[in-house]
Nanobody, 115 residues
Framework: QVQLVESGGGLVQPGGSLSLSCAAS????????MGWYRQAPGKERELVAT???????DYADSVKERFTISRDNAKNTVYLQMNSLKPEDTAVYYC?????????WGQGTQVTVSS
């Protein structure tokens, strides 16, 4: 069994920062691409950022220059540093990873940007 366990998130004022982390655990032989997605109320889940094992990175246009994705292959962990947060960043953020050639999702963590 493979699990993705997220931490971080919460409530922050506009312009503030938050960081998320997601650790993969279980019977892991390989981890490919890892990433973050988000889903706002009434909207479809959308890509935020992805990072490959060799650190090739892709961002959604809406978060470029504000969010930074990183990973620690030794710890099977992916991170998302979110700066200059806007109310429209409010959503449930989900970790995603391809582990042992199968796709797994975290349970989701709420990020709320509000004054």
């Amino acid at each position: 069994q493979v699990q993705l366990v997220e931490s971080g998130g919460g409530l922050v004022q506009p312009g503030g920062s938050l960081s998320l982390s997601c650790a993969a655990s279980g019977s892991i032989f390989s981890i490919g691409v890892m990433g973050w997605y988000r889903q706002a109320p009434g909207k479809e889940r959308e890509l935020v950022a992805t990072i490959t094992r060799v650190f090739t990175i892709d961002y959604a246009d809406s978060v470029k220059e504000r969010f930074t994705i990183s990973r620690d292959n030794a710890k099977n962990t992916v991170y998302l540093q979110m700066n200059s947060l806007k109310p429209e960043d409010t959503a449930v953020y989900y970790c995603n990873a391809v582990v042992n050639r199968e796709t797994y999702w975290g349970q989701g963590t709420q990020v709320t940007v509000s004054s």
